[in-house]
């Protein structure tokens, strides 16, 4: 298997305090990787360290084997724009702006295709998580789950190599999560890789390989496996994560 991203020996202090101390961790191309750790465990700094959102103190980070640690802010938008994207809890999507436009945005932005190309897509997108109706909508008149998948489709416009999300499903309720995390799943599915941080065992469960943050370092780490949609397995892989996490004092 490829490695698609690496972390060396990777710091980051705030003003003198350490929140990730020595960090060592490869990714591989189609993995699923959740990060998981208590709250101030420094899942979210790991997560902008190794996505080029923020940099960290020391160490390297690899992304398709070039060291993008010390990119100046020019270029690392640029890697950010073509080859990641990214979800977060709360979408950061433009008010004013349709769905669509909001989706439509960031591959006009990196111009490898023309718009022609760029609607088309979205239009492709949109159908398959299933907002399509709403193309047209406000992103104010649409619900919290329609938002987070025009979020998802904009994170993927312009194909990334890897989707990073902060606790992606954070503020949706059950059943949205599940509906959110089968689109994630079935993108992962398709070769993308996909790392998000989740305090949410059974949005962990989906993951191919957990990693549990604690004192500043990965503490441990759970592989489980390609994820199938099988209730049983589900069953199995989420009573697997449920022992481990106890066992890490989660
Ligand atoms: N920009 C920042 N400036 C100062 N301290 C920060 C900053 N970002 C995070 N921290 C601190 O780093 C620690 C880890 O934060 P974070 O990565 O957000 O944790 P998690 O996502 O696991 O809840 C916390 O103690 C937090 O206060
Ligand atoms: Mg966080």
Not at 23 to 37: C, H, L, P
Not at 84 to 92: K, P, Y
Request: with cysteine.
């Amino acid at each position: 298997m490829k490695t698609i991203l690496e972390a060396k020996n990777l710091c980051k202090s705030f003003e003198g305090t350490v929140v990730l101390n020595d960090i060592n961790f490869r990714v591989d191309e189609g993995e699923f990787i959740a990060i998981m750790g208590r709250s101030g465990s420094g899942k979210s700094t790991l997560l902008y360290s190794i996505s080029g959102m923020d940099r960290p103190t020391s160490g390297n980070v690899l992304f398709c084997g070039k060291d993008i640690s010390k990119l100046d802010d020019g270029k690392m938008s640029e890697v950010r724009l073509k080859h990641m994207g990214f979800i977060f809890q709360h979408s950061h999507l433009l008010k004013n702006l349709s769905i669509r436009d909001n989706i439509v945005l960031p591959g006009f932005k990196a111009g490898a295709l023309s718009r022609e190309e760029v609607n088309k897509y979205a239009n492709s997108l949109m159908l398959k998580t299933g907002i399509d109706s709403v193309a047209g909508h406000d992103v104010k008149k649409v619900s919290g789950g329609q938002l987070q998948r025009a979020a998802i489709c904009r994170a993927l416009i312009n194909k990334p190599d890897v989707l990073f999300g902060d606790e992606p499903t954070g503020a949706l309720n059950s059943s949205t999560t599940r509906e959110v995390m089968d689109i994630i799943n079935s993108i992962n599915g398709e070769g993308t890789t996909v790392i998000i941080v989740t305090h949410d065992a059974k949005v962990a469960a989906r993951a191919s390989r957990v990693i549990y943050l604690m004192d500043g370092n990965i503490h441990d780490e759970l592989t489980l496996g390609k994820y199938e949609g099988d209730e049983k397995v589900k069953l199995s892989r989420e009573k697997r994560l449920a022992e481990w996490l106890e066992k890490q004092g989660f």
